[in-house]
């Protein structure tokens, strides 16, 4: 089973200032990795697939970088409604994964 | 607009059964693999389970392995999940989600609002 690890857990930052986010594989995943954003109360949402392929309707401050082992979500410049926790998740084999999330938190 | 209902869940007690539906509209159901994917009180989200979009090909996850059971009806736009042997480990909210592209399982970009079981005596 391929491990996902992100990084930071918790993230403490102010709106209009730049996040990134970290996923790290225990084994190559190629570029199929996807990154998600899950308030309280809510499914998660679906921002980045396949690596740094936004998905509809996700503003382009979101962005996904990487491949291979170590990948990157980066949200260019954070709005008050950003802050959440965020999953990385690979498709290379099964059983799919997710990493255990980062709680992005408001400063 | 896609839409996904679950529906099913509900109090069991340890060892005893459960069937989750979830009812699907909105898209071609039968070109997408559908998912479920738990989330357990206050913890990050596990993949359970995928089906492609002709029902031909099955996955589950190493936990429930055995004791879970992915189906679909494309004729009823609908996705099941038959749960049995259940343990307090699965307790969760349960969401369905649909495939973003193709009839293999890919990313989710539609989920369902969710379904909470609770095992408990």
């Known amino acids: 089973e391929i491990v996902l690890t992100q990084s930071p857990a918790t993230l403490s930052l102010s709106p209009g200032e730049r996040a990134t986010l970290s996923c790290r594989a225990s084994?190559?995943?190629?570029?199929?990795l996807a990154w998600y954003q899950q308030k309280p109360g809510q499914a998660p949402r679906l921002l980045i697939y396949?690596?740094?392929n936004r998905a509809t309707g996700i503003p382009a401050r979101f962005s996904g970088s990487g491949s291979g082992t170590d990948f990157t979500l980066t949200i260019s410049s954070l709005e008050p409604e950003d802050f959440a926790v965020y999953y990385c998740q690979q498709r290379s084999s099964w059983p799919y994964t997710f990493g255990q999330g980062t709680k992005l938190e408001i400063k | 607009e896609v839409q996904l209902l679950e529906s099913g869940g509900g109090l069991v007690q340890p060892g005893g059964s459960l069937r989750l539906s979830c009812a699907a509209s909105?898209?071609?159901?039968?070109?997408?693999?559908m998912s479920w994917v738990r989330q357990a009180p206050g913890k990050g989200l596990e993949w359970v389970s995928a089906i492609s979009g002709s029902g031909a090909s099955t996955y589950y996850a190493g936990s429930v392995k055995g004791r879970f059971t992915i189906s679909r009806d494309n004729s009823k736009n609908t996705l099941y999940l038959q749960m049995s042997s259940l343990g307090a480990e699965d307790t969760a909210v349960y969401y369905c989600?649909?495939?973003?592209?193709?009839?293999?399982?890919?990313?989710?970009?539609?989920w369902g609002q969710g379904t909470l079981v609770t095992v408990s005596s």
């Open positions: 989600g649909k495939s973003s592209y193709g009839g293999n399982p890919s990313a989710i970009d539609y």
């Open positions: 909105g898209f071609t159901f039968s070109s997408y693999a």
């Open positions: 396949d690596a740094s």
């Open positions: 084994q190559s995943v190629s570029s199929y």
